[in-house]
């Protein structure tokens, strides 16, 4: 194993999390053999210098406030995150509702008054993944307000 894949490897964790699939994928041009690169992978994972649990975790820290569950957990799948992993890191996102209720006011801030303004306001919520039993209590303005 050539002590620059690894270094290159450091070096990208070190910006920031990755799951081991993005990793990988990253890597796959400088290593030498796929056995190399798996081998690497397989290390770091050893001392926890790669985790997905926390890679999932950041990922829906940082973009949770933004995104609903769906666009979430569709994001983290096509970087190789498993379901039981996925699920974990939802259940610290917070309430969905309460996520999509903020999302929904900085953009709108009032309910539709018409049927083309109700639709836009859902595609938009639709569009940002949440759910939608989500969107219609955000647009029967069903939700308790403080």
């Known amino acids: ?10 070096r990208l ?12 994928r990253k890597l796959a041009s400088h290593a030498e053999s796929g056995e190399e690169l798996e081998l690497l992978l397989d290390e770091l994972e050893k001392a926890r210098l790669l985790a997905n649990d926390r890679y999932a975790e950041q ?14 957990a569709g994001e983290l799948r096509s970087q190789g995150v498993d379901d039981t992993t996925i699920a974990n890191a939802l259940a610290q996102a917070g309430d969905e ?20 303004e109700r639709a836009k306001q859902a595609r938009f919520l639709a569009g940002r993944g949440f759910g939608s039993p989500t969107i219609r209590r955000v647009l029967q303005g069903t939700w308790d307000d403080e």
């Open 97 to 116: 509702t309460e996520r999509a209720l903020a999302v929904w006011r900085k953009k709108f801030g009032s309910l539709p008054q018409d049927a083309q």
């Open 13 to 24: 964790l070190a910006s920031r999390e990755h799951s081991r699939l993005e990793l990988k």
């Open 59 to 72: 990922r829906v820290t940082v973009r949770g406030g933004r995104y609903g569950n769906a666009r979430l």
């Open 1 to 10: 194993m050539t002590e620059s894949l690894r270094g290159r490897a450091l």
